[in-house]
């Protein structure tokens, strides 16, 4: 990252109402619209031009590239369910625009809270060991939850919600001002995800009736150029999560995303979130679809909403800190004890501290009994378990070596 002090015939004045405006870096500016830049009171077409295209000629950005010299570095964070991270093509995406919509109660601000704890979490065990950005527009951000979440990780909650750098929003205006703030969060608080929950909602608020669409547009387009800037620029991962109207054609309804065409082009990601097709009404159970992304096929899965965030299950494992020390009956360890089983057949559901999910997770490494557990690496585990520690893995290991 270079800093605009370096930009060739640029002064003080013109760096002071770059920042203010949100273009704090040569690569920020570089990657502005001549335009926007121009529109900066006190700037002039001319000055813009002139930084812009300095900038540029620095950046190498006025030559071409072969494509065996592109840089492809994008980094993964877990969004809580593997299942979610799998049709993500391996987690939630760094340096793009990913935009989840669907009706109410359908987990987006769940996603949002669970992502805003997992880009802490470290390298190794799906994270990015960085802050967050979160611009609430709905004021549904819950202190309570980030606290649950982080436990369900194994990180310090308050540590967590130190590093969550909040903004209640209460109107677009405001919305698009805090935006071009977060690119100095990115800079200087080492933040690597932007939420925005939700894009649309003041806007749609706002800006009522179709006199009114183009200016509403316009606002908006300026909104996902600043992110998108911002993404590329800082490497950095946005949410943006957005409301569905529904659509009536004839017998039959959809839902569609709002925003039109600026979002759905602007998103590099689209994914959809639905509730419906569950048996029961107040079932967590919730399914993702992937509408639209340039490397990803059209696939869909499940997850759950848990009182901890987004996962495969619908009960989430918290580490436990004071676990009661015999949490199953009496007869069944006699039971078990007694029967002497061969450890290569025991099941992993039997062992204290693993639950279906857990269990589910490990047979997906190959490890499917009690015995298998028993020979592997913890660090190995619980770098490819998200919210898994290696100390969890150890204690396992330590109920399971009781059953056999
Ligand atoms: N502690 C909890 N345990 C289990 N489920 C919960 C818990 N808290 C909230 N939920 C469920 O999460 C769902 C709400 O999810 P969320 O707030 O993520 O939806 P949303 O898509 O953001 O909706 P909206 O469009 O209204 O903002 C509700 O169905 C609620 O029952
Ligand atoms: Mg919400």
Redesign the pocket.
């Known amino acids: 990252m270079s800093d605009l002090s370096q930009i060739k015939g640029i002064n003080a004045r013109q760096i002071k109402l770059l920042q203010e405006n949100g273009i704090s870096t040569a690569e920020a500016l570089a990657m502005s619209n001549g335009e926007s830049v121009s529109s900066i009171d006190g700037l002039g077409e001319k000055t813009a031009k002139k930084l812009i295209w300095n900038a540029r000629n620095a950046l190498g950005m006025t030559d071409f590239v072969t494509a065996s010299d592109i840089d492809e570095n994008v980094e993964f964070m877990t969004t809580g369910s593997s299942e979610l991270n799998r049709i993500l093509g391996g987690g939630f995406q760094t340096g793009k625009l990913t935009e989840v919509y ?10 949002a809270h669970t992502l805003s704890v997992t880009v802490q979490l470290p390298k190794k065990r799906g994270g990015l060991e960085s802050a967050v950005v979160y611009i609430d527009t ?1 004021n ?1 951000f819950s202190k309570e939850k980030i606290k649950r979440i982080a436990k369900r990780f194994g990180l310090n909650p308050s540590e967590v919600l130190s590093k969550i750098y909040h903004a209640r929003i209460y109107s677009s205006d405001h919305q698009a001002q805090m935006i071009m703030k977060a690119e100095t969060m990115c800079k200087t608080r080492n933040v690597r995800l932007i939420v925005v929950d ?1 894009l649309m909602s003041l806007m749609r608020a706002e800006y009522v009736g179709i006199g009114v669409l183009a200016k509403r547009q316009s606002v908006l387009n300026n909104m996902l150029h600043a992110l998108s800037r911002i993404a590329e620029t800082y490497n950095c991962a946005v949410l943006l ?1 957005n ?1 569905v109207t529904v659509k009536m054609m004839g017998m039959f309804s959809s839902e569609d995303a709002i925003g039109g065409n600026i979002l759905a082009h602007a998103a590099h990601f689209r994914v959809m ?1 639905k509730t419906k097709g569950f048996s029961s009404n107040n079932s ?1 159970k919730r399914r993702a679809i992937i509408v639209d992304a340039p490397d990803l096929p059209p696939e869909e899965c499940e997850f759950f ?3 901890a965030g987004i996962a495969d299950t619908d009960k989430v494992e918290m580490p436990s800190v004071d676990a009661p020390v015999l949490d199953f009956e009496v007869e069944t360890l006699y039971e078990e004890s007694s029967k002497q089983e061969d450890s290569s057949r025991v099941s992993l559901t039997n062992v204290k501290g693993i639950g279906k999910g857990t269990a589910n997770n490990l047979s997906s490494l190959g490890i499917k009994s009690v015995d298998d557990l028993l020979t592997a690496d913890p660090e190995d585990i619980a770098s490819q378990i998200s919210g898994l520690s290696p100390k969890k893995v150890l204690e396992m290991q330590e109920s399971a070596k009781t059953l056999v």
């Open positions: 669907g009706p109410f109660k359908s987990g987006k601000t769940n996603l709905e549904t939700s999560t409301q979130f967590l909403i848990t009182s």
